[in-house]
């Protein structure tokens, strides 16, 4: 493997290549992975939620952040579900280190964008920052994430709670970012999330045991990172009122 191909998760046209935090080199064996998640970020970039949120106006334009904060409040405590279970694996230590760190990293997030919310007075005085029901869309796409940390093996909790869904995370925050600074409404919150959900998802992929996309580890894979795409994109087009599922092949 050469110096170029280390530290990347995706090297596909209009997606943003992702980089390991540790040098890690991305296995040989799960390049078919890297391209399966390149493939769905792709699909999901062109989901109508884009399409609507990246022409904001106003501030107000980002009412449905707090429908964000529903799932900023809920994927860490799924996170830390899953550092606490018991592991029946060789390598038990090395994944709950993985999540309990990622557990770490998430701290604080939840209450950084519930700030933000109430000072750009998107949460009317004395409301509670979560009182809007979330849609049915976000909490399925919660329920999904429950599910791969209680059901999945460590590599497929992996696949569908930070390789998928942190690569789609990181494209959603880098997405949104000229919209955000054009308004001047950018804050740490925002950006820390195009850094360090990069690293989630690709640090992720290269802990990972190297599979055949054929065997019956690899199609398990395939379907835990498909799922979870599908999920998040059907979430963010909820944010915008649309009902729709991203056409990602099952």
Known sequence: MT??????????????RLQTSNHAAIPDGLRWLETLVADCRR????EPFYQIATTATTIQDFAWARQLLHHSTKF????ALRRDLNYNHPHASRYRNFFAQHVIEEEGHADMLRNWLIQHELVPFGENALAPIPTNATVACLAHAYTAAVTGTPAESIVALNVAVEAASYDFFNQLAPTLQKLGIDSWYWELHRTADEFHSADGLAMLDECKP??????????????????WGAMLNSWAGIDRWPPIPA
């Not at 110096?3 to 943003?16: F, G, H, K, M, Y």
């Not at 054929?214 to 999920?231: D, K, M, N, T, V």
């Open 3 to 16: 110096s170029e191909t280390l530290q990347r998760i995706v090297d596909a046209p209009n997606v943003q």
């Open 43 to 46: 699909i999901l970039l062109n």
């Open 76 to 79: 860490p405590q799924v996170l």
């Open 214 to 231: 054929g065997s019956h580890q690899g199609q398990s894979l395939a379907r835990w990172a498909r799922e979870a795409a599908i999920f």
